[in-house]
């Protein structure tokens, strides 16, 4: 089947024609999409890896490409002195969207008489990191246990380990949580939205070393 219009004489098959007569349409083209392929005859923009596949569904059943896993911390004691007793194992977040800023920390001189200012290259800062997402119960049911180990897991006192492969590439795997927010959303009771905010962290290494006696 090749381009075909209605008004130059041409009649399409059946049931477009039909369609086309019976909205008045003068002028109606029917392609085929592989003849007119764009990467047809053009081996260099073909595909030649194997796609990404999802690892799994969520439980909105959305592709998950990769998910953010909450590595365990330890017991620990609240301001009020309770002792708080966070989920011993991964806390598995499938349905959150990560986002990262990185701001880069530079030292600027103004001189006079010149235009501008003199750029010092410090270092990188801090990285930024925002995820918003969602916990979701069965029908009807509120995930309390789930939302109880995150705000548990998000209050411990400790720089956290957390596990994405998207977070790896950019070199981040370990977080300092600077705030999060658990917002109710009217007409809403089977899940939970939550933000986190936090900063990365590279855990320090100290090294001692014993004088020779």
């Known amino acids: ?24 349409l003068n002028n109606v ?13 053009k081996p260099e923009l073909q595909v030649k890896n194997v796609p990404d596949l999802p690892i799994g569904t969520s439980s909105l059943g959305t592709p998950i490409y ?4 909450l590595k365990p911390v330890p017991i620990y ?3 009020t002195g309770k002792t708080i007793y966070p989920s011993g194992q991964d806390i598995v977040l499938n349905t959150c969207i990560i986002t ?3 701001p880069i920390r530079i030292v600027k001189t103004e001189i006079q008489g010149r235009d501008g200012t003199v750029k010092e290259y410090i270092g990188k800062d801090d990285a930024k990191i925002t995820i918003n997402g969602i916990i979701t119960g069965s029908n009807g049911i509120y995930p309390k246990l789930d939302v109880y180990f ?11 380990q957390i596990t994405a492969w998207w977070l790896d590439n950019l070199g981040i795997s370990q977080i ?3 705030s999060y927010s658990f917002p109710q959303v009217e007409g809403g009771y089977s899940y939970q939205m939550f933000s986190i905010s936090a900063i ?10 014993q004088p020779n006696v």
Do not use: C, H
Request: no cysteine.
């Open 200 to 209: 990365s962290d590279n855990p320090v290494e100290l090294k001692i070393s």
């Open 1 to 24: 089947m090749s381009l075909i219009n209605l008004q130059g004489g041409f009649e399409a098959p059946g049931a477009i024609t039909k369609l086309a007569r019976y909205y008045n």
């Open 29 to 41: 083209a029917v392609i085929n999409a592989k003849q007119n392929n764009p990467y047809e005859g």
């Open 176 to 178: 300092v949580i600077d």
């Open 66 to 69: 990769s998910n953010l896993i």
């Open 150 to 160: 995150l705000k548990t897991w998000l209050d411990a006192p400790v720089s956290k």
């Open 100 to 102: 990262i800023d990185q």
């Open 77 to 79: 004691t609240d301001f």
